[in-house]
């Protein structure tokens, strides 16, 4: 979308929701009392103290929605149409402790459900996302991009430990402490010999389930369901880092590979030259994950997206649990450490919200209060309600 930007009351947002109709998407408007329990299940208790709680007379917990993709997605899988494609777009309050910064904020956004063509359902997003803010009156944007899912297959490659896969794919997604990780994983720990050695040398090497169904026994024989605050799935995780960690050091080869992955980045079709070098030269199977990024990067270029302006790096990541693949950040130009809109791929979310069958999900956020203060435009929409 180019040409000046709209003036008058409200009449940003007006252009940018009848863009995202246009496109396809209908507009949602999801309650704003939520149940509380899918926020911190998906996001941990820290979230807890961010959020604005309150309880129903049957004892659920409820909360003012502090973020607007988990309700459409809750809407959506209560519908008729939960399982088939769907698109949403939306524009509303959202209620969030944020330190000092107003706790009502709005969030305008996407959400694509059940498409089975990723790549091209995430060029789309990508597209529509750069449009927005040109909507809002940006000429340019700082485009960041990644991709968890080829993190996971790098490491589902070198055949880790289920433990060490799983740790560093979170340490990964936290990005604060992969670094140290690799180090510390690097090492093998010489721990005190103790009254459980027996236990830790059976777990070695063995995957979660079987570690928490062991744990959640001896605990259940001693009639216990937490020790020291901790619940039985993280003792289990804990007994089977110890173990791993006993069992030896990762190994240095997988150290190397790791760190030159992590330090590929380039525009997408330079980043497909040497992810697919390295790959070579190390001998793993990664190519699928690859020809998903090069199949990508094709359709984002047939959706008039100048590739040469589009930054893509294995290291780049949302500090999120939530995605699974594609992801990316709009910036400033020059000037932004707060994304303006940020999204991607988050397959797992509408089975961790009961779907008994998995949907593939895309999406992303636009922060209006930040393309407020970043486009001439954008002010007009400061403390408009849905």
């Known amino acids: 979308m180019t040409g000046p930007a709209p003036t008058g009351p409200a009449a940003w947002a007006d252009t940018l929701l009848q863009s995202f109709a246009d496109a396809g998407y209908e507009r949602a408007q999801p309650a704003i009392l939520q149940p509380a329990e899918p926020f911190l299940d998906l996001s941990g208790e820290d979230i807890r103290k961010s959020l604005y709680l309150t309880t129903d007379p049957g004892g659920e917990e409820l909360c003012l929605r502090p973020d607007l993709t988990i309700p459409v997605a809750r809407d959506y899988l209560a519908s008729s149409r939960a399982g088939q494609p769907a698109g949403f777009s939306y524009l509303g309050p959202v209620f969030r402790y944020r330190g ?43 485009i960041r991009t990644g991709d968890v899912a080829l993190f996971t297959a790098l490491i589902d490659a070198l055949e880790l430990y289920p433990v060490w896969r799983r740790r560093l794919i979170k340490d990964f997604n936290r990005k604060r402490t992969l670094a140290q990780d690799l180090e510390r994983l690097a090492i093998a720990e010489v721990a005190p010999r103790n009254e459980y050695e027996g236990v830790l040398a059976a777990l070695a090497g063995s995957d979660r389930k079987a570690a928490l169904a062991l744990v959640t026994d001896l605990m259940s024989i001693a009639g216990a369901t937490a020790v020291g605050g901790r619940t039985v799935a993280e003792i289990a995780d804990r007994f089977l880092e110890q173990s791993t960690l006993k069992s030896g050091a990762l190994p240095r080869d997988a150290l190397d590979l790791i760190k030159r992955f992590l ?14 070098a390295l790959a070579a030269d190390a001998r793993l199977d990664i190519s699928a994950a690859i020809d998903a990024l090069d199949a990508r990067a094709g359709l984002m270029a047939r959706r008039g997206i100048d590739l040469a302006k589009v930054r893509f790096a294995t290291s780049f990541g949302r500090g999120l649990d939530y995605y699974t693949g594609f992801e990316f950040e709009l910036h400033r130009k020059d000037n932004g450490d707060e994304p303006l809109v940020a999204g991607g791929r988050y397959d797992g979310l509408l089975s961790q919200l009961g779907s008994a069958e998995p949907i593939p999900a895309v999406g992303f956020s636009i922060w209006v209060e930040g393309l407020a203060n970043s486009s001439a435009a954008g002010k007009t929409l400061r403390g408009r309600a849905s």
């Open 100 to 142: 000092g910064r107003p706790s009502e904020f709005q969030q305008a956004g996407i959400e694509s459900f059940g498409r089975k063509d990723h790549p091209a359902a995430d060029a789309e997003m990508l597209a529509l996302a750069i449009e927005a803010t040109a909507t809002a009156g940006l000429a340019e944007v700082d």
């Open 263 to 276: 330090l590929i980045a380039g525009t997408p079709p330079e980043a497909v030259k040497q992810l697919r």
